[in-house]
């Protein structure tokens, strides 16, 4: 089966708001068997809504609507839905009840305008909305001759998430066939895509029968595998033989094998090897430290740190000499191996890491352009220094330096 997500809303058609909820759901009806092979953003325009309703049903065995159920003039998608599919709308006084209910327990007077909330399409199941006011709706019966399911769900993401787990998912798995569906992914640090699929093309492609996609959000590259099989043991067993042929081309750049982010690796090493590590940041100011710490249980291996912007600040708090800065700059091998070795005495952590670079739009030179980024990582022992180039916008340098940071851990504990 396929799916249609229809996202509503004339704020998602801004540069200032983004849908989130389509991921969400796709990932659901994944899990199910269903492919999502349309999404669709329409504004709160009921033509226009009604339009691409008839399109989706047209095209798709499952269409879900997202936003448009609440009380005002420019919430449309009970009656756009309802006039593509040629029915009426009928009052529910329970809702109606309930939603007087949900106003007085607030001692609120409720607006006239809430009564349209309860309004139902004919032969649809409202559902429940604990988190808010507009109840769900689910709808499934033969339109043109097809089998279709019809589904309404309340556009903020508290209140969508619940309802389809608590209401939707469960009708869903009663209705659709047993779908049995593996997955992997694959994470490797800090390879050119085109690299990376060049590598890996002629291996993947042997196997027809999984299907891989690569994605290439900053600083990394994931393979996604899924593959469909008689049995969950089968579909499994295709993801995981592809996935081996994978790593095994790839070796220490891959690392992840089941998606998990790159702190989450070096926590992981950080926490087995019972190791601790210190930061001293300058151009990703505190990104590094963020990231180590938004794992949960990071307080066992990561001690803290310095973001050191100022020359002032990489003296005083990681005791970097000043002859040091004046002879080679803040940016700088020597200076970020004086700041790794300072912020590991400072700390007394197994691993002092530091970054120091140009992050940009301004402040470049020739000599040392933007995008310029020292990492260092000492340990008492050895301190190893990577320079590289980022040639991107700031945010996406200061990614790339963490990354680069962070992968520097992940080897060194290998």
Known sequence: MNAEIIAIGSELLTPFRQDTNSLFLTAELNKLGVDVDYKTVVGDDRNRL??????????????????????????????????????????????????????????????DNNLKQ?????????????KGSAPGQYLEGTIDGRER???????????????????????????????????RELRVA????????????????????VETTILAPVGEVQLHLKARG??????????????????????????SSRGE???????????????????????TGGLLGQRLSSVSGSSRYFLGGAIVYSNELKR???????????????VSREVAIALAEGIRKKCKSTFGVAVTGIAGPTGGTPEKPIGLVYHAIADGKKTEVVK???????????????????????RKLM
């Not at 982010?261 to 300058?282: C, H, K, N, P, W």
Request: overall charge negative.
């Open 149 to 183: 399911i019809v589904i309404l769900l309340p556009g903020p993401p508290v209140e969508l998430k619940p309802m389809f787990k608590d209401e939707v998912l469960p009708r869903l798995q009663r209705k659709l066939p047993p779908a049995f569906i593996a997955t």
């Open 118 to 130: 309860a309004d139902v399409i004919m032969g649809a199941t409202a559902l429940p909305n604990q």
């Open 230 to 255: 008689k049995s969950q043991e089968e579909a499994q067993e295709k993801v995981d033989a592809l996935a081996e042929e994978l790593e095994d081309e790839l070796g220490e750049n891959v690392f």
């Open 261 to 283: 982010s790159l702190e989450q690796i070096v926590g992981y090493f950080l926490d087995m090897r019972g190791s601790t590590v210190a930061v001293a940041e300058s151009c």
């Open 190 to 209: 800090l390879m050119p895509e085109s690299e990376c699929d060049a590598r890996v093309a002629p291996i993947y492609k042997e196997h027809k029968d």
């Open 50 to 111: 009604t339009s691409i309703a008839r399109i989706a049903l047209d095209r798709a065995d499952v269409v879900i609507f997202m936003g448009g159920l609440g009380p005002t003039e420019d919430d449309l998608t009970r009656e756009a839905v309802a006039a593509a599919l040629h029915l009426q709308l009928k009052r529910d006084p329970d809702i109606v009840a309930s939603l007087y209910a949900r106003f007085a327990a607030r001692k609120i007077k409720m607006p």
């Open 388 to 410: 590289r180039n980022f040639p991107s916008e700031r945010d996406r340098v200061r990614w790339w330096a963490s990354q680069q940071a962070l992968d520097m851990i992940r």
């Open 316 to 330: 005083s708090l990681a005791d970097v000499p000043p002859l040091l800065l004046k002879e080679h700059g803040a």
